[in-house]
């Protein structure tokens, strides 16, 4: 099971951005890799702040993970792990570099560490989201739905490379092929990634005429999607690999559809159990009765049992909703509504006074 973010960062679950951030410096200057040459249980509690950080440190990230768990968070960090340590310093450049905790002398102090994810390195494709609404019927038997989805590729003419066919990326005449600039201010030496060929060491000098020289192309694919039988609103399947390409040779990242059960009109769902109401007489709650209910698979007939009371349930075991990954199958129930009228013709008015009187029950006179 993976480890709570907040644990890992050693905060609570109601505290500010500010302190969230604080927590990770703390933790990232004791467990610096520089600080601790060799030691692999600093570098992975270095690793573990930096993936929770990735996500407590965005609200709208932190937002889903207090929702959702480690399922809601789109991340990188969370799902692939790190690639090495300089993709950690690329991402949280800032917290490095500056700030109340960390002094600006922080390259001079633990080295002249080059903060770019490397020239030429390859990197994982980015996860992709995918909201497929679903029905009731579809979790009681489960449903294979075919999806279409905008996802982006390699670009086939260029092969992903940016340059015409024909030709090739060359050397990027800025930064000379290293994928970075470097800038000294007196004792300190500060890297930054280069803007003109992006960290890469190599720019297109004559581009692809379908990506413009990205190297990228979105496209539309269609994907079938199994979703198996007790699924609820909120659930997430993974379809590994399916999300975006990745660059210079990494790995895709994965699709996640979240899962979305519309409301049935006749029935509501509580946990694998299934809800539904029944109106009848107050004779029909007195003598009994067989009435036509609606289930999942159809019309179904319902034995209401004599003196049945308003606000009673009867239940029909086990032809509810299936649990996920199980055998298992919840109850269908339906809640008894007795209806009283309003109005009484003289002649049932007369009988039931009779019975009143038999009863030795005090009623209102006429």
């Known amino acids: 099971m993976e480890k709570d973010y907040y644990e890992i960062l050693s905060v609570s679950r109601d505290c500010s951005q500010d302190d969230i951030k604080k927590a990770f410096r703390k933790l990232a200057l004791k467990y610096h890799p520089d600080r601790n040459k060799g030691d692999k249980a600093a570098e992975k509690k270095f690793t573990e702040a ?12 932190r937002a889903k993970y207090d929702q959702f768990g480690h399922a809601g968070v789109d991340s990188r960090f969370g799902q692939a792990g790190f690639h090495d340590m300089r993709d950690i310093f690329s991402s949280f450049k800032d917290i490095f570099e500056g700030g109340d905790f960390f002094s ?27 909201r497929l609404e679903i029905s009731l019927p579809d979790v009681l038997k489960g449903v294979n739905n075919t999806i279409t989805y905008e996802v982006e590729r390699d670009c086939k003419t260029c092969e992903g490379t ?9 050397t990027c005449p ?13 004792f300190f030496a500060f890297s930054s990634t280069c803007p003109t060929c992006q960290g890469t060491g190599t720019v297109v000098e004559s581009p692809c005429g379908v990506c413009f020289g990205t190297g990228r192309k979105k496209t539309k694919e269609k994907l079938e999607v199994p979703i198996p039988p007790g ?13 975006e390409s990745g660059h210079r040779g990494g790995p895709p990242g994965d699709l996640y559809v979240q899962i979305f059960v519309n409301e049935n009109k006749h029935l509501k769902r509580k946990g694998s159990d299934l809800i539904g109401s029944v109106a009848i ?16 698979e159809g019309k179904k007939e319902l034995l209401i049992p004599k003196g049945t009371q308003s606000g009673d349930f009867i239940t029909v075991k086990k032809e509810g909703l299936p649990e996920l990954n199980s055998k298992k199958r919840g109850n269908l129930l339906y809640k008894v509504e007795v209806r009283i009228p309003s109005k009484l013709k003289r002649k049932e008015e007369e009988q039931l006074r009779e019975i009143a009187k038999i009863k030795g029950e005090t009623v209102l006179d006429r």
Do not use: W
């Not at 560490?113 to 030429?120: H, I, L, M």
């Open 281 to 296: 007489s107050y004779l029909q709650a007195l003598l009994g009765t067989k009435m036509e209910v609606h289930s999942l």
């Open 231 to 243: 699924v609820d609103t909120g659930t997430h399947l993974r379809l590994s690999q399916k999300g």
């Open 162 to 170: 940016g340059a015409q066919p024909g030709t090739k990326r060359i």
């Open 174 to 186: 800025e930064c000379h092929g290293s994928g970075q600039l470097t800038r000294r201010q007196g």
């Open 104 to 130: 600006s002398s922080f390259n001079s102090f633990f080295g002249d560490r080059n903060f770019s994810s490397g020239v030429n390195a390859s990197v994982r494709g980015a996860d992709l989201r995918y």
């Open 50 to 61: 930096a993936a929770a950080y990735e996500v407590l440190g965005d609200s709208k990230k």
